[in-house]
């Protein structure tokens, strides 16, 4: 890594929305403090990756991720293109000495996951895969919340991403396409809140799944469902949705001594969450339903946690090896769909055609 007296180099790849609308001023802002230096983005629309740059200001603009890691050197590399291509483009910039910072889904199968894990074994850098909703104020006080036993232990929760995608959001040609968006609402939209919801659980144990394409012209599903055990007995109920006009997100706890709600759409702060205590055993824990500063589920203070933990030379707070636990569960989730029985965790081995791809074209 370079010294601690200059900014991190670092590039985008993928020039589409959300590098724009989240990434750009997250790193910009990093770039006032004096910490990173936005010194390139690369498109494949090599038009597309010049009118970025000039938007953003951005130095340089590259047609190929793989000239931008060779002829500049970053330090730091925020991956935002098509799920289908993070894999290769985080292992390729980790080879070329980078930490990298991705975009969801992290890669689209187990195999994928673990090439990325030697990946970082071998180069001695990391991947943290953007999981934002882990990085708010509301999220970190729940996990203590739970962990510290304050709440009781976990009994049954509900996981909830009921969204609303149309045509013009299928337009995109990577869209709905098993191939390039590697799985629908899902890992698109719902695992946001998948995500979250295995955060702050104890491991889960074993999931059953339906996933369907009840209403859009797509090849991936619009609809699924799951039923999850955890390990002391809690039970989950999942729903994602691309089909629901009524667009929220909706996270519940219910522990033995209080419930905790999270309802928003795409971010979330503080005053999301709601705190209920059980009426004849409320927690005793002083301020256990107050959140400290409130610190928004947003990349921008996922990112900022990265680069002060690359500047201490730690690994990231949310790491590829963490985010593992969700490939899998998601993983088993569309082999349950599939083979239409439960899918205990840890069985799905090299062997297994789910471990190299969420839709193989056949089972055993």
């Excluded at 009921?162 to 040609?173: E, I, S, V």
């Excluded at 039923?227 to 999942?238: M, P, Q, W």
């Excluded at 082999?335 to 190299?356: E, L, M, N, Y």
Aim: proline letters at 8%; one cysteine or more; hydrophobic letters at 40%.
């Amino acid at each position: 890594m370079p010294p601690a007296s200059r900014p991190y180099r670092t590039a985008i790849i993928g020039a589409g929305s959300i590098a724009g609308d989240a990434h750009v001023p997250a790193i910009r802002a990093l770039e006032s403090a004096g910490h990173l230096d936005l010194v390139a983005v690369a498109d494949a629309d090599a038009r597309r990756a010049e009118r970025f740059a000039a938007t953003h200001a951005i130095p340089r603009g590259y047609r190929d991720p793989r000239e931008l890691l060779a002829t500049e050197r970053p330090d730091l590399v925020v991956v935002c293109t098509p799920s289908f291509t993070h894999a290769d483009l985080t292992v390729a910039a980790l080879e070329a000495g980078a930490w990298v910072f991705c975009e969801k889904p992290l890669c689209g199968s187990l195999a994928d996951h673990d090439r990325i894990l030697a990946a970082e074994r071998a180069t001695g850098r990391y991947c943290a895969p953007v999981f934002q909703w882990r990085a708010g104020s509301g999220a970190a006080h729940v996990r203590d919340l739970l962990h510290g036993g304050a709440a009781g232990p976990p009994l049954l929760a509900l996981c909830q991403t009921t969204w609303y995608r149309g045509a013009d959001y299928y337009a995109a040609p990577w869209r709905g396409r098993r191939a390039t968006e590697l799985g629908g609402a899902t890992v698109t939209q719902g695992i946001h809140a998948m995500d979250l919801l295995l955060w702050l659980m104890p491991d889960w144990t074993e999931v059953s799944a339906r996933v369907a394409t009840v209403d859009r012209d797509i090849e991936t599903e619009d609809v699924s469902l799951a039923h999850v055990a955890f390990s002391g007995g809690a039970l989950a109920s999942i729903v994602n949705s691309v089909v629901s006009s009524h667009q929220e997100s909706y996270l519940r706890l219910d522990c033995a001594r209080a419930s905790v709600e999270l309802r928003h759409l795409y971010a979330y702060r503080n005053e999301h969450w709601t705190f209920t205590p059980a009426p004849d055993h409320p927690p005793t824990a002083p301020d256990w339903d107050t959140i400290g500063p409130d610190v928004p589920a947003h990349q921008a203070p996922q990112l900022a946690d990265l680069v002060a933990r690359m500047r201490r030379g730690e690994p990231p707070e949310h790491t590829t090896a963490d985010a593992r636990r969700t490939t899998e569960f998601v993983t088993a989730l569309y082999k349950s769909a599939r083979t239409g029985q439960p899918v205990p965790r840890g069985s799905i081995t090299p062997d297994d055609p789910f471990h190299h791809s969420w839709s193989p074209a056949a089972t055993r």
